[in-house]
């Protein structure tokens, strides 16, 4: 049944209040007055379809979802743009806009495609939310520890989080976002899991982002969707979050594996008692004076094996009683100084490689988008504007189109006759 023009400007009034916009700000966005846009929200102005796309992006929405036969609130939408506000307002919206557009045109894709990605085989684990910060501790170890079990990761180094995301039907994208802004888990129903990051964060922050983000999934998928930031760290679903991360990333097992390798984290006295039957022999050890202490180039080492910084590695050390906190406060200096970058580079140690995430995902995405063209189940006019929206130029759009051999199948199914 079609709407009338009263109630779409009905559903236009209660989206744009979701996303705490006022008709001022959408005036702006459309290039048309106030007085316009609450003409159109009383349903005294029709709206265009170019103006109804616009709109659509702005709120977040599906333009389908204008013209159903039912409309419902979005609390996805709702809860990140309210996060949105208290954490860098219009930098995040505008990054929340273009992940949710993104990812409901990759939902749109895969099912014309159909291709399956189901979020029912990604973890979850069903831990309340914690009631101290200790018990958030306790949790994201826990988690941790279980995940990497589950993904038979034993006690080695990561690798590539994205990878291993993807692998699990987590989407990942990776945007410009405020710096106080590390990164956002949305879980949408015409999106699915996506875990988006900060564009513009070291690539080892990068790579601790997608840890923390990946705990949201496994832990707080229910809240629809998260915006991690620096303001809120103290926050008990950050607390653990940061904690699985960390456990993650840098496996009780494996740091200590490591330190071993180096020689090092043994204790400075050894006791046992060794039992042979008859009586007890004891057994008493002593480790030469400061062989056991770990240095710096100790833990740019560790960093670099975890794909970590230095900073990580050391609250990760200290937090497993395998350096004093007179010993980490020294070394945190001399990293903050500028040493462990000098050592880095004497000990050639390569930098944490930084892929463009943005790039691989507009690859994957123009790939999907070029099958669907094949297929015929888009238009030449929608492969270009999709393809507008992961940055390519219409010119490039075109451009790909011919270079793909597309073009010369149109015309060819356009001249073959019919049987």
Request: net charge negative; hydrophobic share 40%.
């Amino acid at each position: 049944m079609a709407i009338d023009q009263q109630e779409l400007g009905r559903r236009l009034r209660e989206a744009r209040e979701t996303c705490g916009l006022t008709q001022e700000d959408v005036a702006e966005n459309l290039g048309v007055s106030r007085a316009t846009v609450t003409q159109m929200e009383l349903g005294n102005r029709s709206v265009s379809g170019l103006e109804l796309s616009k709109l659509a992006y702005l709120y977040a929405r599906d333009i389908q979802d204008f013209v159903a036969p039912n409309f419902a609130e979005d609390d996805v939408v709702h809860a990140l743009f309210r996060s949105g506000t208290e954490a860098g307002g219009d930098g995040v919206k505008m990054a929340l806009r273009d992940c949710i557009a993104l990812g409901r045109e990759l939902s749109n894709l895969e099912d014309l495609l159909k291709i399956n990605r189901s979020v029912t085989t990604v973890a979850s684990y069903p831990y309340p939310l914690p009631r101290s910060k200790w018990e958030a501790i306790q949790n994201g170890a826990q988690v941790a520890l279980e995940e990497r079990r589950r993904l038979g990761l034993g006690s080695a180094p990561v690798g590539d989080p994205v990878a291993l995301l993807e692998g699990q039907g987590v989407r990942t994208g990776i945007v410009l976002m405020p710096a106080e802004v590390s990164g956002l888990m949305i879980s949408h129903p015409k999106v699915g899991l996506f875990i988006v990051v900060n564009r513009d964060h070291a690539p080892v922050r990068q790579r601790f982002s997608w840890c923390h983000e990946y705990s949201h999934v496994l832990l707080d998928r229910d809240s629809r969707g998260l915006v991690s930031r620096v303001t809120e760290r103290d926050d008990l679903r950050e607390v653990r979050a940061n904690c699985f991360a960390a456990n993650f990333l840098m496996p009780e097992d494996g740091v200590r594996r490591f330190i071993g390798s180096l020689g090092k984290g043994a204790t400075s006295r050894i006791h046992a008692e060794v039992f042979d039957e008859l009586d007890v022999v004891p057994v008493d050890s002593r480790t030469d004076p400061g062989t056991q202490e770990i240095q710096l180039y100790d833990v740019v080492q560790l960093a670099y094996f975890f794909g970590v910084s230095v900073l990580s590695a050391l609250y990760r050390l200290l937090n497993l009683k395998l350096i004093t906190e007179p010993e980490f406060s020294r070394m945190k200096e001399l990293d903050q100084g500028g040493t462990s970058q000098r050592l880095v580079e004497l000990l050639a140690l390569p930098p944490v490689e930084k892929v463009d995430h943005a790039v691989e995902f507009s690859r994957r995405f123009l790939g999907l988008a070029l099958e669907a063209l094949r297929r015929e189940r888009i238009s030449r006019s929608k492969f270009v504007e999709l393809a507008q929206q992961v940055g390519a130029s219409r010119e490039n759009a075109e451009e790909l189109i011919q270079s793909t051999g597309l073009d010369e199948e149109e015309s060819q199914s356009v001249l073959l006759p019919e049987d």
